[in-house]
């Protein structure tokens, strides 16, 4: 079996956990028209079928059949094409675009469903779009009038797609080494001259032109970060002619095998043309709108992977028979029935609905951005934003190797597609600036905004949400009230040895506890996430409806505040106790 959209989860979580109604009644779009929530799942039921349809038939053989490189050019998988005329001639190119620029301008909430959908389906193929999605964001805010009526409009329709050129060799964590040049040619443009390597879609056969953001040094440019600029670098220049620029190669990749991964020359004849996005040597601040979109995206990928390699070990446990579960009927039962078996689906359930949720916060808090509580909603989205992105990928790797174990011997073998999963997801722990590199930012620069108010408001709103737990007294939360607060307080406390540390500038102390505080706090705000579910589910229960979905939510709170979350505690510890490891010479593992 095949993805299938998870479109009513979707739904009630983008309403009850994110408070979709409310984005949406701030929402107006071309026209002046209104969107309703119904028109939004309406949206979604449409995406879901592009998702189950079109992209998820693609997969696997996008998988087997890799992309090819010849001659400089990069042929896609068989179908990949025509899948990728389909999606832009849908729309689903510019959902999030604004109506001027040729987009349908929804709310972040409802493209970052649609990103879950694609990746979830098709991960190979759903990279594209997401980073020709962060190219839009950051020409349309950064860019001159004169390169948003040349490029933006083509991008936003999909007959041009946008590339994100950071990494080279020896600048990829640390960008402030980087060694591609600028040099203005005397005409209002630029001549770039330089090697980039990872370069997702790079090159590919899907439309005529690539818009390629490269970062850039000029001559003469401060050191390090503050002297690195931006610019908009097309492969096909607008005379027809093509650019000074190639794919030297495509890398032999692990997982996401039909996504060409390419390695980049520009200037070999002398300099491609480029054009300066934003100002000169402030091309760092630029590429942040571009890269904050993606960080997001990339944890919606993770939750569509997980949701897929759920979907997948849920169907094999429920077919496959083996050993008699206690008290069983049948003498051999299905997988499912043991504990241990419902023990993992359990676990790639709540840890993937947990992950949606954050995700979906994120997303609603940059739409807050627009409204007039811009700055406080800006700060928490600025605070969820490396939690989303690493929170989701980690839990999207341990989902899907649970998937894999669920599968026994078939998992390890290709033949079920459990291991593509696998595969595919350990990406997304390192692309967009690793998980560690999403720690370290959530822990020195988001924990001390406003000093420490942006967090402290962010645990305030999970406290809330346990308080409400508590009222609503349905006995199929169990325990999850009091699992709930005590996560909270180890959050609060390593919150708040974190802040002191780097309040008495001993960054140090807090540095070797940034991972398993991002993870401490995915926990925690990924519980509250199943709790506010649980508890819209509680009073949909009480107000007298019959569905079903609504006793599992609860469940699913319960199981995850019972079994998951629990390991707050042990988080609080390394991140208090733990860290000497960073300074302590007998730690020392080499010399
Ligand atoms: C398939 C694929 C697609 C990609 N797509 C793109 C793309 O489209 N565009 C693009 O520009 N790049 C792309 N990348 C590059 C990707 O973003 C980088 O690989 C990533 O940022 C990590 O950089 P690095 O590989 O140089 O690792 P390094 O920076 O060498 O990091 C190695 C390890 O050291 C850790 N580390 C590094 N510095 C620190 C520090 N200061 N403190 C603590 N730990 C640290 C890291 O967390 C990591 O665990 C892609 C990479 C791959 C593999």
New binding site residues.
């Given amino acids: 079996m095949t993805y299938r959209a998870p479109v009513q989860e979707m739904a009630f979580a983008l309403r009850h956990v994110a408070g979709l109604d409310a984005v949406l009644a701030k929402t107006v779009i071309e026209g002046g028209a209104e969107i309703a929530p119904e028109d939004a799942v309406a949206i979604l039921e449409e995406a879901g079928r592009f998702a189950n349809n079109v992209l998820a038939p693609l997969n696997r053989a996008g998988d087997r059949h890799g992309t090819l490189f010849s001659d400089g050019a990069v042929t896609t998988p068989p179908g990949w094409r025509e899948a990728y005329r389909a999606f832009v001639a849908g729309g689903w190119n510019g959902v999030r675009a604004a109506p001027e620029q040729g987009g349908q301008g929804l709310p972040h909430l409802i493209a970052a469903a649609c990103t879950e959908l694609w990746n979830g389906a098709n991960l190979a193929f759903g990279i594209g779009p997401l980073?020709t999605a962060g190219g839009i964001e950051a020409l349309a805010a950064h860019g001159s009038d004169a390169l948003k009526t040349g490029y933006l409009h083509k991008i936003v329709s999909g007959e041009w797609t946008a590339?994100?050129?950071?990494?080279e060799p020896q600048a990829?964590?640390?960008l402030s080494t980087l060694r591609t040049r600028a040099e203005p040619s005397g005409d209002g443009r630029y001549r770039i001259t330089g090697s980039?390597i990872?370069?997702?879609y790079g090159e590919h056969d899907l439309t005529d032109n690539i818009c390629h953001l490269v970062l850039a040094r000029l001559k003469d440019a401060p050191a390090g970060t503050r002297g690195i600029s931006l610019f908009l670098v097309p492969k096909v220049l607008p005379d027809g002619s093509r650019n000074d620029l190639r794919c030297s190669g495509v890398?032999h990749?692990l997982g996401?095998h039909a996504s060409p991964?390419c390695s980049m020359a520009f200037g070999d004849g002398g300099g491609a043309i480029g054009w300066l996005i934003g100002e000169e040597n402030r091309g760092l601040a630029c590429m942040f709108t571009m890269m904050n979109a993606a960080r997001l995206n990339v944890g919606l990928q993770g939750v569509g992977v997980a949701e897929a390699a759920t979907q997948k070990a849920l169907d094999y446990a429920r077919e496959r028979r083996q050993g008699r579960a206690p008290g069983a009927p049948e003498p051999v039962s299905a997988i499912a029935a043991h504990a241990d078996v419902q023990r993992m689906l359990l676990t790639m359930k709540a840890y993937t609905s947990a992950a949606r949720g954050l995700c979906y916060l994120t997303a609603q808090a940059l739409d807050a951005a627009q409204g007039p509580d811009g700055k406080t909603a800006h700060d928490r989205a600025s605070l969820l934003t490396p939690v989303a992105k690493a929170f989701s990928t980690d839990i999207a790797n341990e989902v899907a190797a649970l998937g894999l174990q669920v599968h026994g011997g078939m998992g390890f073998v290709e033949e079920t597609g459990a291991a593509q999963f696998l595969r595919d997801a350990r990406?997304l722990a390192?692309?967009?600036?690793?998980n560690?590199?999403q720690a370290?930012d959530l822990v020195t620069r988001k924990l001390p905004l406003n000093g420490g108010a942006t967090v402290g408001a962010q645990i305030a709103a999970i406290r809330r949400v346990a308080e409400a737990l508590l009222k609503d007294g349905h006995p199929g939360f169990g325990h999850a009230a009091p699992r709930l607060r005590e996560g909270i307080s180890s959050l609060d406390r390593a919150t708040g040895f974190l802040l002191k540390a780097l309040g008495s500038n001993r960054p140090q102390d807090a540095l070797p506890g940034a991972t398993p505080y991002l993870r401490l706090f995915g926990l925690v705000q990924g519980a509250a996430c199943l709790a506010r579910a649980g508890l819209a589910s509680s009073a949909a229960l009480k107000a007298g409806e019959t569905d079903p979905a609504h006793a599992a939510r609860i469940a699913l709170a319960r199981f995850f505040a019972e079994n998951l979350l629990p390991a707050a505690s042990g988080l609080e510890q390394a991140i208090l106790t733990g860290g000497s490891f960073a300074d302590d010479p007998a730690f020392a593992l080499a010399g």
């Fill in positions: 980073l590339t994100m050129n950071l990494t990829g964590s640390d980039k990872y370069i997702s890398e990749k996401i991964t990406i390192i692309y967009e600036g690793t560690g590199i370290i």
